[in-house]
């Protein structure tokens, strides 16, 4: 672990992508077997490679308590040490590089062991003892990079592209074999034994082995898209969830965009399947729906995040899978097909009512486009998705070959009400931001943002609340209501996690208005409305998602 990270530093120190390349690709040309699918999976900043469900369950609080009783230092001056540094592995190394050093960290294996019995820790008691003992066999460098993997936040520039590129490079391999190789196996580390060994075509789509989702950017309007390509199709940019559906003719299984496993939460899509009798892959999104009618995402983010929806619950959201590509078929990878073809091949099966096809329509134009987002918005939908007809599938991609265009985001002017220290770039500085509307003689909180301000906005409003602080709570302060930012946000949902009741959907900062006064801030009736009429049915709104 202590050569782990000493490349992590040294890769942190520069911006050049091509020197990091180099730098990993020496470090990962060198590892042992048994130790170089580890490394490639913790280069990625995560515990577990991406197809895995499990997690380490380990938070900020847990690792305070562990850095605090190894260390000797009380909890304020571990909180003291944070707020400049703004993480958490950067906070352990400080605190543990002040006690007597052991003669060798935890190795690689050691971490992967440690991770594996975290994941499968009933109690946070448990765990904060395998904390305990890990830190303390731990040197002050090795434990940083322990703490950073542990809470997903590596920080050191390196993205899976960069580690796929790395493996290329260390092992002479062709870049878009390793890339082909991990996207259908979902795995860093096996992606890179492959390399190592010269066998990355032994990698194949599997089932029950979930895909990276293909992305789309986002364009402003119809000129925009027509600019990149001639022809398009159409699709309704659906309000729901990115769902992939694995079948094997007998058994059926979902799985979200970020690989989990969710068919118990919507039990009700795999049982219509039944024996389908044929194998396949759809990718799709699935939607709170009732009588051909969407509910909105609202009433499906109560199904959200449950083991198991009880039989109420199941009837009063009910939902369906609109599936819009067909991505292997009968044991045969589609991937590389043209979306014209893939989506003929999707037309050809037979669906059972939870499940459909959306329909697709070519566009040619500015009037086709804007007709088929109008005719979208009118249906409930969010936008419209422009797919290139000759376009393969490219899982994790964001590219130009789909589009997506949405409707004008609603704003709402809001007040901050708590600022909190951010991370990486932003450690010292008070940069997310907790805000609220007006309810009567009271604010209600209804969200949290940090992006959209610049580097200018956020100096000026650190030194702004640190002046207004009334109290300090750790990892921020509270404040004096008197910053009015304008908020753009993509929906509102229920929330238990604000006193309003309600949060804002993907908040973002518009603007800082200085030339506003807090009298003038939005009110909870109007975010009330915003959500009674975003496509909630009536009487369908549930209590907190």
Request: hydrophobic fraction near 45%; glycine fraction near 10%; charge should be neutral.
């Amino acid at each position: 672990m202590d050569a782990f990270a000493s490349v992590a530093d040294e890769v942190a120190a520069t911006t050049r992508k091509l020197e990091k390349r180099s730098i990993l690709a020496a470090y990962l040309r060198e590892l042992a077997p048994e130790s170089l699918p580890i490394a490639a999976v913790f280069l990625t900043g995560r515990p577990f490679p991406l197809s895995s469900e499990r997690t380490v369950n380990v938070g900020g609080a847990l690792l305070r308590e562990a850095v605090v009783e190894v260390t000797g230092v009380s909890p304020k001056e571990y909180d003291a040490a944070y707020i400049p540094l703004g993480d958490a592995g950067d906070t352990a190394a400080q605190l543990l590089g002040g006690r007597e050093q052991p003669a060798r960290s935890l190795t690689l294996e050691g971490v992967r062991r440690l991770c594996d019995e975290l994941a499968a820790c009933p109690t946070a008691t448990e765990r904060r003892a395998l904390l305990i003992g890990a830190l303390t066999a731990c040197r002050a460098p090795a434990a940083r990079y322990l703490v950073k993997i542990l809470t997903g936040a590596l920080r050191i520039g390196v993205q899976e592209s960069l580690v796929e590129e790395a493996l290329a490079e260390a092992f002479g391999r062709d870049p878009d074999a390793v890339r082909q190789a991990n996207m259908l196996l979902g795995d860093i580390g096996r992606t890179a034994l492959l390399a190592r060994e010269d066998r990355l075509t032994d990698a194949r789509l599997a089932l029950f082995r979930p895909l990276k989702c293909m992305l789309a950017t986002a364009v402003d309007g119809p000129e925009e898209a027509l600019g990149i390509g001639a022809e398009w199709l159409a699709e309704d940019k659906l309000d729901g969830i990115r769902c992939q559906l694995h079948c094997d003719g007998a058994e059926t299984r979902l799985y979200s965009r970020t690989l989990d496993e969710i068919t118990r939460q919507f039990p009700e899509v795999a049982a219509g399947l039944g024996g389908a009798g044929r194998e396949f892959v759809c990718d799709g999104e699935l939607i709170a729906a009732m009588d051909g009618e969407q509910l909105g995402f609202a009433q499906l983010a109560r199904r959200l995040g449950r083991k198991g929806p009880d039989e109420a619950l199941t009837r009063a959201v009910p939902v369906a899978l609109v599936v819009f590509d067909l991505l292997a078929l009968d044991g045969r990878p589609l991937l590389a097909e043209p979306l014209g073809e893939r989506r003929v091949r999707l037309q050809g099966l037979p669906l059972p009512p939870l499940l459909r096809a959306t329909e697709a329509l070519p566009v040619r134009d500015v009037a086709g486009v804007e007709a088929a987002f109008g005719a979208a918005l009118a249906r409930g939908n969010e936008g419209l998705m422009l797919k290139d007809p000759r376009s393969t599938y490219q899982p994790g991609r964001r590219g130009r070959a789909w589009l997506k265009l949405k409707r004008p985001l609603a704003t709402l002017d809001v007040v901050v009400v708590a600022a909190e220290f951010g991370h990486g770039r932003r450690r010292g500085l008070l940069s997310d931001y907790t805000f609220a509307v007006r309810d009567g003689e009271r604010l209600a909180t209804v969200g949290k943002a940090y992006s959209g301000v610049t580097a200018r906005e956020i100096a000026f409003l650190t030194e702004h609340f640190r002046r207004s602080a009334v109290e300090d709570f750790g990892p921020g302060v509270l404040v004096v209501p008197s910053i009015v930012l304008e908020v753009a946000f993509n929906g509102v949902q229920r929330s238990g996690r604000h006193n309003s009741g309600f949060a804002l959907r993907f908040p973002r900062i518009k603007r800082v208005r200085l030339d506003k006064p807090v009298a003038e801030i939005d009110t909870l009736d109007r975010v009330r409305r915003l959500w009674e009429t975003q496509g909630t049915r009536e009487g369908g709104a549930g209590g907190p998602a």
